[in-house]
């Protein structure tokens, strides 16, 4: 075991670029077209073939997409949505923007996804919508949900910015979505276009919807117009949103897209390592995997503290490793302490108890496909001495 302390800081996240995506960037900018163009055409279509979905539509972020399919579904003021709130706000406050209310359910305590039996619970007259979101990379009961989506009538919003290359039973999260399905390629996720984020459906209606509410409402956007054979001449069909992806975007996603395979199999390479340098060390629990998700996406590596074994908390864990220049995150703090749903909602400390036990021990560790295996090595050795010692101090 090395314990020297390394020098630089190991980033809990970094982007994977390489030549291939910086020469397509500059190639887009020697394009002369900038924006929402033919590489946003060419990345959406790309896309949809690679999830398995009819149609798919380049927005500028995850919280795009979100907020746009639950307003192509028509969910709007005095509807309840019901999520998780073991997720990033983006989740929530997309809801809010449409004028609905974000009805947060506990999860399930093995996986930190939304309990679907909670879902049940919590439907009333008012509930238009389920927005589950496939945390860290696992994927969420869908074969259950859509039942209870169907039963009641209730569309369903799939937050899969952890969820591209998760897999329910066998198949590509995204691919055949019954409703809809938005990804993220914010800087930190599996695919990094710095900003931007993609929804999926097989809904030629709410894609339609979709395509118009990115640009304003806009009947036809900037390509159709400016491009040979384009008409100036266009209608604002309602006062629409400015969300549109654009080409230089669309350059980094296409270049990521085709390399998404070589970067996952390296996640699936460091969450094996840890796995196994962790599964015998009492007082860390590693990430426990449902039987349906046939392929975990790894955008996170959650460990648990386990207190039964260990004199420390959360906190003084991350402290330790950020004293061994190893960072670390957590995700998420529940939505539901956070003051802007608290202050509105009356939600409060006690509502979640799954989510806040997540919550109290959970880190995510580093895990993205430039981590050298000495990193690795580095991070394992690093949560080994302090886990060692900690368990030291609890039977003094
Ligand atoms: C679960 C979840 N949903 C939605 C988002 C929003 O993604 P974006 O930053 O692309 O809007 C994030 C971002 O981290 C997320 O973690």
């Not at 959406?44 to 690679?50: P, Q, V």
């Not at 054979?229 to 209608?235: K, P």
């Not at 394992?380 to 886990?387: F, G, L, N, P, S």
Request: negative net charge; proline residues 4%; aromatic residues 10%.
């Amino acid at each position: 075991m090395n314990l020297d302390k390394r020098k630089e800081f190991l980033s809990y996240c970094l982007p994977d670029i390489t030549s291939s995506e910086i020469n397509e960037v500059i190639n887009t900018l020697k394009s002369g077209w900038l924006a929402k163009g033919p590489k946003t055409i060419e990345f959406e279509k790309r896309f949809a073939e690679y999830v398995g979905s009819k149609y798919a539509i380049g927005m500028n972020s995850a919280t795009a997409a979100l907020h746009i399919s639950l307003l192509a579904a028509g969910v709007g003021p005095g509807d309840e949505v019901i999520t998780t709130p073991m997720t990033f706000a983006a989740s929530a406050n997309t809801i809010i923007h449409t004028g609905a209310k974000p009805v947060f359910v506990d999860v399930d305590p093995e996986t930190g996804c939304i309990d679907p039996d909670e879902i049940t619970k919590n439907i009333t007259p008012l509930t238009k919508a389920i927005v589950p979101v496939h945390y860290a990379g696992q994927a969420c009961d869908l074969d259950t949900i859509y039942e209870i989506s169907e039963k009641n009538n209730l569309f369903v919003s799939e937050d899969a910015a952890h969820g591209l290359y998760t897999e329910y039973k066998g198949r590509m999260i995204g691919d055949c979505p019954k409703g809809t399905v938005s990804y993220s390629f914010y800087a930190t996720k599996n695919l990094a276009t710095g900003e931007g984020g993609m929804l999926v459906t097989d809904n030629e209606e709410i894609a339609n919807k979709a395509r118009v509410l990115i640009t304003h409402g806009m009947s036809r956007n900037a390509w159709n117009r400016y491009a040979k054979g384009g008409s100036w001449m266009y209608d604002i069909q309602e006062p629409g949103y400015k969300y549109n992806m654009f080409d230089l975007q669309a350059a980094l996603g296409l270049k990521q897209l085709e390399r998404l395979s070589e970067m996952q199999e390296r996640r699936e390479e460091i969450a094996e390592i840890y796995n196994e340098a962790f599964k015998c060390l009492d007082g860390i629990e590693i990430p426990k995997i449902s039987e349906y998700t046939t392929n975990h996406s790894w955008h996170l590596y959650i460990v648990k503290i386990n207190g039964e074994h260990v004199n420390i908390s959360r906190d003084q864990f991350i402290t330790e490793l950020a004293n061994r220049n190893v960072g670390t995150s957590v995700h998420f703090i529940p939505l539901h302490l956070m003051s802007a749903y608290r202050d509105r909602y009356g939600y409060k400390l006690g509502d979640f108890p799954i989510a806040e036990k997540w919550f109290e021990n959970i880190v995510s560790l580093p895990l993205y496909p430039t981590m050298t295996n000495s990193d690795v090595q580095y991070v394992i050795d690093a949560v080994k001495d302090i886990v060692t010692r900690s368990a030291l101090m609890k039977v003094i």
